[in-house]
């Protein structure tokens, strides 16, 4: 079991930044995929990044590609999103999602889900 907590959100300005943390609880979090993805109203939930369990590996969203950037610390049991240049089509409430076996863009394959927090971004 892995519980996760989403920390970061606010409302920022076009062309400014945020950090998003997802701290999780339980001794395997090293194990698992990390995932990060976000839902906009009236939307369907959408893949950002994901980053493999070791952090070997990271893929991202097209959209985000270049400006938002996923990390993981094992040791604090967490990751992160760090957003650069945001834009308004970036407001969204943003999750954080986790797996012991998936490394994928797909809702689905994720079995554990943080709670969301809001980002907002003004033009």
């Known amino acids: 079991q892995v519980q996760l907590v989403e920390s970061g959100g606010g409302l920022v300005q076009a062309g400014g930044s945020l950090r998003l943390s997802c701290a999780a609880s339980?001794?395997?979090?090293?194990?698992?995929?990390m995932a990060w993805f976000r839902q906009a109203p009236g939307q369907e939930r959408e893949f950002v990044a994901t980053?493999?369990?070791?952090?070997?590996?990271?893929d991202y969203a097209d959209s985000v590609k270049g400006r938002f950037t996923i990390s993981r610390d094992n040791a604090k049991n967490t990751v992160y999103l760090q957003m650069n240049s945001l834009k308004p089509e970036d407001t969204a409430v943003y999750y954080c999602?986790?797996?012991?076996?998936?490394?994928?863009?797909?809702?689905?394959?994720?079995?554990?889900w943080g709670q969301g927090t809001q980002v907002t971004v003004s033009s």
């Open positions: 339980g001794r395997t979090f090293s194990s698992y995929t």
């Open positions: 999602a986790a797996d012991p076996r998936s490394y994928g863009r797909r809702t689905y394959e994720y079995d554990y």
């Open positions: 980053i493999s369990w070791r952090g070997g590996s990271t």
